[in-house]
């Protein structure tokens, strides 16, 4: 006679929590760790669930199935050689970035699951991030397809590996994951499970990814959309983690707290260069920040997420206001300073086009013609140096360029400084500032690139450029590039 | 700030441009009330306020095939709301503090 088939909600519980064990030749504290540092207290650790119920039966049949889809679609690519198919290879500026990126992002990430998988003692939490770490794989392995596409025909693709290290521009995102990795295990998952995938990969992977679909980059929107699909997982783990956290003991609530306030931040300043990607790199636009930061931040964190959260004392994070504020400005403050360094980076930079600034001026509106056209208009007058002399002084916490400007004052720059023993510290903002405040310990021992290169870190000065990873053709101005005048041949050349 | 808390308080879906999306978003308008569907480049939002329920049901009559509620994950590239309930015959994605 055959066997009922048993449900979803059965199977798992089977499959994972019930197959958790109470050690018995160590004590629980010694295969447990780092679970009582944080100050986290978890009364029953069984009863909390994954929603999506992943079995490893279930996980391996739909990631197969999500990889078949996407290599379908990479392979297609290669095969038609769909690059000239793209609106402009300008879009690809965006992909240099995120190539510097992907490999901090989604290995680190990678190696936080695993962190998390070993040392959270919740079985539900512990399967999901260990399917989630395997996730990570799978994104920075697909990634690296990508990227190795693109190297055949572009420049600024050929050594992302040394550029996501040593890159000057990349600690931003390495200290975010660094970070996260040197916190504790209940840390660690509300650093990435909500800073990171609740709120703001929605913008890198679904906006971005449209943004890609519409400028032809099918790949992109490939990568973007199976990667999301399985942040829909991470957000669940991450929202699960802290309901329960807050379920479980009223006394975790202010700790958990101090994390969605420092994470919030953290992960908002990471996420600037998608600001500068959506609004300026891309030569068919979508969806402005301003307008992503309202759907994916406002609406659905701040009005959604945190006001189910106010049910157990938790408020919005800290100062979530200056971000709301700031979504006029980031984009144009990145592409400002981006514009100036392009002789140290990795990827070209350009001045907005006449077509650019129509769509600029539409989507900013006052501020753009008050603010930012003015500013464009001084940068590109060629009486002024367009190169930064030397590398732009960085915020010791988020370590970006420190261009973001005062609350309360669009055209001066935000200074921010602690004293610690001794030394003065240097920060973009008053969420910066309190992060640091918080854990100096942590923080002085930040990796700055000046500050190392001037140490003799990094090699001989006139070596930078090998030692980053770039060669000279990689960086200026996109319209003067072999990678523009081989695209138009191209183009040309096929019509 | 207080305009971000004036505005209706949706729980939605991010779904990629596939048969199956469609057969959801068809599903999701006959089972919900309020349903608010916006269409990008590559992806649909689907939208309802404070709740959404996806029945299995539904979805196979809209996509004329069999269809198991694990398989949304094949479709759906984003979501927000919290997972109230998974099961093989619905799934409910809500706000509790409503």
């Known amino acids: ?495 | 700030m207080e305009q971000v808390e004036k505005r209706n308080r949706y729980v939605g879906l991010d779904l990629t441009n596939c048969p199956e999306s469609e057969a959801i978003i068809e599903a999701v308008e006959q089972d919900n009330e309020d349903v608010k569907i916006t269409r990008f480049p590559g992806y649909v939002k689907v939208e309802s306020i404070n709740k959404l329920v996806i029945n299995k049901t539904s979805v196979e009559e809209c996509l004329g095939d069999s269809w198991e509620t694990e398989d949304l994950q094949l479709a759906v590239t984003s979501y927000y709301g919290f997972m109230a309930d998974w099961d093989d015959d619905h799934i409910v994605l809500q706000w509790d503090n409503v």
């Open chain 1, 1 to 495: 006679m055959a066997k009922k088939k048993r449900g979803l909600k059965e199977e798992y519980n089977l499959l994972t929590r019930d197959l958790d064990w109470e050690p018995s030749y160590v004590p629980f504290e010694e295969m447990y760790p780092y679970v009582s540092f944080e100050g986290i207290k978890i009364h029953n650790w069984d009863r909390w669930e994954d929603p999506f119920r992943v079995t490893v039966e279930n996980y391996v049949r739909i990631q197969a199935e999500k990889e078949r889809k996407f290599h379908a679609i990479r392979e297609n690519i290669d095969m038609m050689q769909s690059q000239l198919d793209l609106t402009d290879a300008r879009w690809l500026e965006a992909m240099k970035l995120f190539a510097g990126v992907a490999f901090n992002g989604e290995y680190n990430a990678h190696r936080l699951f695993q962190y998390v998988s070993r040392h959270v003692p919740i079985p539900a939490i512990r399967f999901a991030a260990f399917t989630q770490s395997v996730d990570e794989l799978r994104h920075v392995q697909n990634e690296v397809l990508l990227f190795n596409n693109y190297n055949k025909y572009f420049q600024g693709f050929h050594s992302w590996k040394k550029v996501s290290h040593r890159h000057w521009l990349m600690s931003v995102i390495k200290s975010f994951f660094e970070d996260a990795m040197t916190a504790g295990p209940f840390e660690g998952l509300a650093a990435i499970a909500f800073g990171f995938e609740v709120a703001f990969t929605n913008i890198l992977f679904v906006t971005m990814g449209s943004t890609a679909m519409a400028n032809n980059d099918l790949c992109y929107t490939a990568v973007g959309f199976t990667n999301q699909s399985d942040e829909s997982r991470h957000m669940t783990l991450g929202m699960m983690a802290i309901r329960a956290m807050l379920e479980e003991d009223p006394d975790n609530a202010p700790i958990v707290q101090k994390w969605l306030d420092k994470w919030f931040w953290r992960s908002y300043r990471a996420f600037t260069a998608i600001a500068y990607i959506l609004d300026y790199v891309a030569p068919k636009k979508v969806v402005s920040w301003k307008e992503a930061f309202e759907m994916y931040i406002e609406d659905q964190v701040l009005n959604g997420l945190f006001k189910d959260l106010e049910m157990f004392g938790i408020r919005k994070p800290l100062y979530y206001e200056q971000a709301i504020i700031e979504k006029d400005r980031i984009s144009h403050q990145a592409a400002l300073i981006l514009h100036r360094v392009s002789h140290v980076a990795f990827f070209h930079t350009f001045a907005p086009t006449a077509e650019d600034q129509v769509w600029l001026e539409e989507k900013y509106g006052d501020t753009w013609r008050d603010v930012w056209a003015k500013k464009w208009e001084q940068q590109t007058d060629p009486n002024y140096e367009r190169n930064y002399p030397g590398l732009p002084m960085l915020c010791q916490t988020c370590q970006y360029p420190m261009v973001f400007a005062e609350p309360e004052d669009i055209h001066k720059t935000a200074y921010r400084h602690s004293e610690y023993e001794g030394e003065t510290y240097h920060f973009c903002s008053d969420g910066c500032k309190t992060i640091f405040d918080d854990e100096p310990d942590k923080y002085k021992e930040a990796w700055i690139p000046a500050h190392e290169i001037l140490s003799g870190n990094c090699g001989p000065a006139e070596d930078l450029l090998n030692y980053w990873g770039i060669d000279p053709e990689d960086g200026g101005d996109y319209y003067e590039s072999t990678d523009y005048k081989n695209f138009e041949k191209w183009k040309k050349m096929r019509a």
